[in-house]
């Protein structure tokens, strides 16, 4: 992961490959935002109208690269847009930091050193830095076999270019607690995240539910985290007929894994649990060509638990953190479960599987009906669960849906600040109805209409009495199939990481509504 450093020297005298600044688009053109008056100095004051000349407007993501002045140190200056110009007396929000600086560090890729000069108006602000830096720089090439011969050299890493290794942030104060605090946080958030970027791009003749129980196995070893993993028999003596019934049709065996991290000062305790279909090809009920290719991603919501569960060990939160992994694989085969058939949950109820290809939420619901015998505080599921979220909310934003209108309002508020686009969503009592079955307690399937609100109101069902809960479907932004933008890689993208941090973080100072 690239380097992360405080610094406080001037640009014009620091060695680095080049130097960083932003540019905000005003009601008059691009302005020079603050963080950089060294560098516009040294045109003169006129660098505002040098990016105007080439084109730069300062909109969000927007890239400009153009010769340092003389004396510097660095050969290069590159302009990076902010997006709107903040009001008067106002400074510019964590987000807009955050993509700038990822589209940056994207932009840098094969560089050795960069020095950003982005506003830091207070500690937050270098950890916004930080974090855009961090996820911007990430790269997945463990199955380049150009990347492993050129590895080391300079510039060209696979086919395309090593990620930024080191970048020092102007402006930042080394010795002040809190901007310390701030990189240290970005640094442990940001890791955990690309690991779960890393997992959802796995291929998954690599990462099956065993494979994945062992890199969880790995490291809470290395965090100081309890870990249990129920294998097929500890599964099947303890009736987990929903993970058992999807896992059927593989020749990999399912599994759940109970991640529990403890702290001496918690007062409140959090479960996570995350859907973790390692692939998904239906089942019997097929996918149509065109909706395999990606169906790795289909693990991206225990990939988030897991690393927030880790992310919050690491930060040493005072919280306790759970976080339940119910992984298997959706295949078609002779033992496969098949639309008709009836499994019996953890719970106790029996569900009639009318669509093999709504799994998630059959193993969701095993996992949700575990955590809630433990009796935590509250309980977040997190799962690429519906197509329906995407064709409501689009490619990158995901739905929340709780039990609890406070509750969904607290997660919802914790994603719009940590910069994750989020939208509150309904449970309408009246589609409830639509999964009555005439042969079991329910089916897995109910009204075509509103097909995301309804695996929301299944997924209810096994969630503990007087337990607040929401459900995060993000369906749509796990996986981003288009152009890198920001901080967003193409691929897994990490997505609800930061959500379940934060929410931690509120509960462990009393915060959490």
Not at 319 to 327: C, D, I, Q, R, S
Not at 430 to 446: F, I, Q, V
Request: with cysteine; glycine share 12%; hydrophobic share 45%.
């Amino acid at each position: 992961m690239t380097a992360l450093t405080l610094s406080t020297a001037a640009a014009p005298g620091l060695r680095a490959d080049a130097i960083v600044i932003g540019v905000a688009k005003g009601s008059n053109g691009p302005s020079v935002a603050p963080g950089a008056e060294a560098v516009d100095k040294a045109y003169d004051g006129r660098l505002a109208g040098v990016l105007e000349t080439l084109g730069a407007s300062g909109a969000e993501g927007e890239v400009t690269k153009l010769p340092a002045p003389s004396g510097f140190k660095a050969p290069v200056v590159v302009a990076v847009g902010l997006g709107a110009e903040p009001d008067k007396d106002a400074d510019f929000d964590g987000e807009a930091l955050r993509r700038a600086a990822g589209a940056a560090a994207r932009a840098l890729a094969g560089a050795k050193k960069a020095a950003f000069a982005l506003p830091l108006a207070e500690a937050a602000d270098a950890g916004a830095v930080a974090e855009g830096v961090l996820l911007g720089a990430y790269a997945f090439d463990a199955y380049k076999e150009s990347a492993k011969e050129t590895k080391g050299a300079k510039g060209a890493k696979g086919n395309g270019k090593a990620p930024l290794a080191e970048a020092a942030l102007l402006g930042g104060k080394p010795r002040d607690k809190a901007y310390k605090a701030a990189i240290e946080r970005a640094a442990a958030v940001s890791e955990e995240l690309n690991r779960a970027r890393d997992l959802v791009n796995t291929p998954p003749n690599d990462l099956d539910p065993e494979a994945f129980a062992a890199v969880a196995q790995t490291a809470a070893k290395e965090h100081g985290i309890k870990v249990q993993v129920l294998d097929e028999k500890a599964l099947t003596k303890g009736g987990y007929g929903g993970i058992l019934g999807v896992g059927a049709g593989s020749a990999s065996g399912p599994r759940l894994v109970k991640l529990s991290y403890t702290s001496p000062k918690a007062k409140k305790s959090l479960a996570f649990v995350g859907k973790g279909i390692t692939y998904d090809s239906g089942g019997i009920s097929l996918k149509p060509a065109g909706h395999n290719e990606t169906m790795k991603c289909d693990m991206a919501g225990a990939a988030a638990v897991f690393a927030a569960v880790v992310a919050a060990a690491r930060l040493g939160l005072e919280v306790n953190v759970t976080g339940w992994l119910a992984l298997a694989e959706n295949m078609p085969s002779g033992s496969a479960t098949r639309p008709g058939d009836v499994l019996r949950m953890y719970s106790g109820k029996t569900v009639e599987v009318l669509n093999t290809d709504a799994e998630g939420r059959l193993v969701l619901a095993d996992a949700l009906w575990a955590a809630s015998q433990e009796k935590p505080d509250a309980i977040i599921d997190v799962a690429t669960l519906t197509g329906a979220m995407m064709l409501a909310l689009g490619s990158r934003t995901y739905g929340v849906m709780a039990n609890d209108d406070a509750f969904r309002s607290a997660v919802y508020e914790a994603a719009e600040e940590v910069g994750e686009p989020a939208w509150p969503m309904p449970m309408p009592e009246h589609l409830r109805k639509g999964l009555d079955s005439a042969t079991a307690d329910m089916a897995n399937m109910g009204e075509r209409m509103g097909g995301g609100l309804v695996a929301g109101l299944f997924l209810r069902e096994f969630v503990g009495e007087g337990i607040a809960w929401a459900h995060l479907d993000i369906a749509g932004p796990a996986f981003n199939e288009g152009a890198p933008f920001g901080y967003t890689p193409k691929g897994g993208t990490g997505t609800a990481v930061r959500t379940l941090v934060r929410v931690a973080e509120l509960a462990a100072a009393g915060e959490l509504g």
